[in-house]
C-alpha cells in the first residue's frame, strides 16, 4: 500500500492532491476523499478563526498508525492524508483523506475509518475565536461514538 502523511501550515489544495493516489495504477476501481472545511459555527456560536496545533512528529507517528489499522482491515492500493495546522478560516480545507482500491466499498469503509480515528487519535489541538473570546475545544462525544462504532465491526 502507497501511503504519504503530511501535516503541514500551508494552504491545502484538497482537490489537486488526489489524483497522487491513483495515477499510473490502472488496477484500482475507485477512489473515495473526505474533505474536512472549517465551519463558521461550532457549538452553537459565531467563529471567525481556528488555530490548530500538534505535536510535530508525535502527530504524523498517530496519523500513519491509524492509516495502517485501516490497511490491516481492508486491501487499500493509495492511502493520503493531509492535515493543515495553524490559523483558519471558515471554508478554509482542514484535513484531505484519499483513499484508491480495486473496489469502491472498501474505499469508503476505509476513508471514513481514518477520518474518525483521526478525529479521535490524532493529537491536534483546536483553539477557537468567538464574538465572546477565544477558547480551546475539546473533541465531540458524536466523534468517540463514532470511533467506537469500528470496534464492533469485524
Known amino acids: 500500500m502507497q501511503v504519504e502523511i503530511r501535516v503541514q501550515q500551508e494552504p491545502l489544495d484538497a482537490v489537486g492532491e488526489i489524483p497522487w493516489v491513483y495515477d499510473g495504477n490502472p488496477a484500482i476501481g475507485g477512489v473515495v476523499s473526505f474533505i474536512g472545511l472549517m465551519r463558521d459555527i461550532n457549538q452553537g456560536d459565531a467563529v471567525s478563526t481556528m488555530t490548530l496545533e500538534h505535536y510535530p512528529g508525535m502527530t504524523e507517528k498517530a496519523l500513519a498508525k491509524i492509516v495502517d489499522e485501516a490497511g490491516e482491515r481492508w486491501t487499500l492500493d493509495a492511502v493520503r492524508v493531509v492535515h493543515r495546522v495553524g490559523e483558519m478560516r471558515p471554508q478554509d480545507p482542514i484535513v484531505l483523506v484519499a483513499v484508491a482500491s480495486a ?52
Do not use: M, N
Not at 108 to 130: G, N, S, V
Open 103 to 154: 473496489h469502491r466499498g472498501e474505499a469508503f469503509r476505509a476513508c471514513e475509518f481514518i477520518i474518525d480515528y483521526l478525529k479521535t487519535r490524532a493529537p491536534f489541538w483546536k483553539h477557537e475565536q468567538t464574538p465572546e473570546g477565544a477558547r480551546w475545544v475539546d473533541a465531540r462525544d458524536s466523534d468517540d461514538a463514532a470511533a467506537a462504532a469500528w470496534s464492533k465491526e469485524d
